[in-house]
């Protein structure tokens, strides 16, 4: 039941920026989009999260449209050990609302 | 400040034993998650707690699985009796409890990793 669609799987040169896409229409006025990614025998490592305006910080910068129906993650200069699942999840700030998971983008960074 | 502490890291039993799990969430976080992972697919949540209350285990197979935080710091995951449909990684998480944004990051271990064979 989570409450966003992502891409299986995209690649990207190495050193280009890598976008990743997630649609997120059902998402309530008061739900923050967060961004977590997976490296192979790691558990999940947080990145950004953001309501309405962009972010950035020191790992990537997340745009989130106007409507707020989708966000896209930017990392700016891809590298090798960018290779990782790409999570993106929305909840609410604070309150009891359980944290769902999807399925997730299988980013794939190419030398 | 330290992480999330998991064990044991790999576990192997055969079907029908039981197992259990550990986790040390970070120091004064209120909410702990258990997350299964089954190879290839995205964490799915098992149980929430907040403090030492469950907040969701709509997903617990409550037949094999259960879970407890006593004190609202530690917890244990066990699986009686093991099934080989078990086999995957127990991630646990924990973040604090508040109304702002930041509140709600999870910081996740590294995961125990059970096969059932």
């Known amino acids: 039941d989570a409450k966003t669609t992502q891409p299986p799987s995209m690649d990207c040169a190495e050193g280009r920026a890598a976008n990743l896409p997630c649609n997120h229409s059902?998402?309530?006025?008061?739900?923050?989009v967060y961004w977590y990614r997976q490296i192979h025998s790691q558990g999940p490592q947080y990145i950004i999260h953001?309501?309405?305006n962009n972010e950035t910080n020191e790992m990537a910068s997340l745009i989130i449209t106007e409507d707020r129906k989708s966000s896209t993650l930017i990392l700016p200069h891809a590298t090798l050990r960018d290779t990782a699942v790409y999570y993106c999840?929305?909840?609410?700030?604070?309150?009891?609302?359980?944290?769902?998971f999807g399925t997730g983008t299988k980013l794939q960074v190419i030398p | 400040e330290a992480g999330v502490a998991q064990s044991p890291r790999y576990k192997i039993i055969e079907k029908r034993q039981s197992v259990a799990f550990w986790c040390n969430p970070i120091?004064?976080?209120?909410?702990l998650y258990w997350y299964q992972q089954i190879l290839g697919q995205g964490p799915k949540l098992l149980i929430q707690?907040?403090?030492?209350?469950?907040?969701?285990d709509s997903q617990l197979p409550k037949d094999r699985f259960s879970a407890e935080r006593l004190k609202g710091v530690d917890s244990t995951l066990k699986i009686q009796p093991a099934k080989l449909e078990d086999s995957a990684v127990y991630l646990c998480?924990?973040?604090?409890?508040?109304?702002?944004?930041?509140?709600?990051?999870?910081?996740f271990g590294a995961g125990s990793r059970l096969t059932v064979l």
């Open positions: 059902t998402i309530s006025g008061n739900e923050y």
């Open positions: 707690f907040q403090n030492n209350g469950v907040v969701d």
């Open positions: 998480a924990s973040s604090l409890m508040g109304v702002a944004s930041g509140a709600n990051v999870l910081t």
């Open positions: 953001g309501l309405k």
């Open positions: 999840i929305v909840r609410v700030a604070g309150g009891y609302q359980k944290v769902t």
């Open positions: 120091s004064g976080h209120a909410t």
